[in-house]
């Protein structure tokens, strides 16, 4: 799950100094569950744009904002709006507000800041799990990540500055190679901790990534 959360009223109206008329889009997966995209959050937003004089023209929750020919499609139900808009509001993640921007012509602002990659714990409480790597580790590692829960993210843990199983960046957060050993005793793979790892390759989470299945298929049947 992708967790965003929403901007300040200041910085959104920034943005919109310049601009009368405008669109909210949204988005019907990651930001609708967190509350920062959906169906409610856009009623509020026009609400808001306005009561500060604003012009909606339309709002729309996308599904899922992200799909690009998803989004190009379900824009076509807001193409008379979409040529007399100034300005169009995504509520959707960082990701699918630069999707929006390749599907539509007017300018695209992020109503949302986007967190992290992480888990509900339950409705409103997120934790960051995953940061994409490339390359991820949780098979040697009892499916604890160390790369997140790491402040330091160690691949050859612990760091040994732990105190009474806290992190001694801060923040109270548990050491995640303490979890991790007691993890991995519980289940009987301690000697997992002995093998020492390769430096991890941040070459394969170089930016901006991108994977094409028909051109992978194609190598494979080369091969």
Known sequence: MIISQKKSAEEILKFLENHKKVIITGCSECATVCQAGGEKELQEMKEFLEAEGKEVLGQIVLDAACNFLNTRKSLKQLKEELNETDAIISLACGDGTQTIAKAAKPQVYPGTDTMFIGEIERVGQYEEAC?????????????????????????????????????????????????????????????????IREPKDFQKSNNPRRINLREQKKQVAKA
């Open 131 to 195: 940061k994409a790597c490339g390359e991820c580790e949780l098979g040697w590692t009892a499916a604890i990540c160390p790369i997140t829960r790491c402040a330091k993210g160690l691949i050859n843990g612990p760091c040994g500055g732990a105190r009474d199983k806290k992190c001694e960046v801060g923040n109270g957060n548990d050491c995640a190679w303490i979890m991790i050993y007691e993890k991995l005793k519980d289940l009987g793979q301690l000697e997992n901790m002995m093998e």
